[in-house]
């Protein structure tokens, strides 16, 4: 089932299900996470959030970091929208929205930090999304995955407490979304250990893995480009 057949509601419900997780823990508990991210965000960088939905994460750090410029990226014309009304009622000059496909996210003229918040695993053609990412960032620059705390094999999510209700996310909507486009089905629970080979063959390097602060349902890894010789 295509995602077209998903709107308009659930742009509402993935911003329900986001929202107050972010608006609690992303600026004081997950990007501190990322070492030094924090600081040059502070200081003023260029950064993106592939699969941004209606914006909430891109409008929270707009806020928190106005020396840095945010650019917010989803293939949903109503979720842009509304990101874009927000962005305008908070009176954020430094955040911008486009309805865009990320398997063309453009390499120039690049960003020092890429986010991505539990959009990955829905992507038909996850691989060339990260390989996009990795190719749009600046030497040494840092990609913050969010995406979901499961394994990559079914036997080993046994004893999550979670697991039932993100397989049937997964085979109701993640994985037929992406099938219908002729993707590669990763769904919800592709797992760790799969998104840890997906990062480095999409070249990079010194992924860290954490737990998700006040979210068990996720994971983050924190990623990097390497420097230029």
Known sequence: MPYERF???????????????????????????????????????????????????????????????FVGYDLSAGAIARARTEAAQLGLANAAFEVLDVTQLPAAPGFDAVFAFDAIHDQAAPATVLRRVYEALTPGGVFFMVDINGASDVEADKGNPFAPMMYAMSTLHCMTVSLAAGGAGLGTMWGRELAERMLAEAGFLDTAVHEAPGDPINLIYVTYKPDEP
């Open 7 to 69: 709107q308009p509601r659930f742009t509402d419900v993935m911003d329900a299900l986001g929202r107050g997780t972010y608006d609690e823990f992303l600026v004081g508990g997950f990007l501190p996470l990322a070492g030094d991210l924090t600081a040059h965000l502070a200081r003023g960088i260029r950064a993106a959030d592939v699969g941004c939905g209606t914006g909430r994460c891109v409008n929270l750090m707009a806020q928190a970091y106005p020396a840095s410029t």
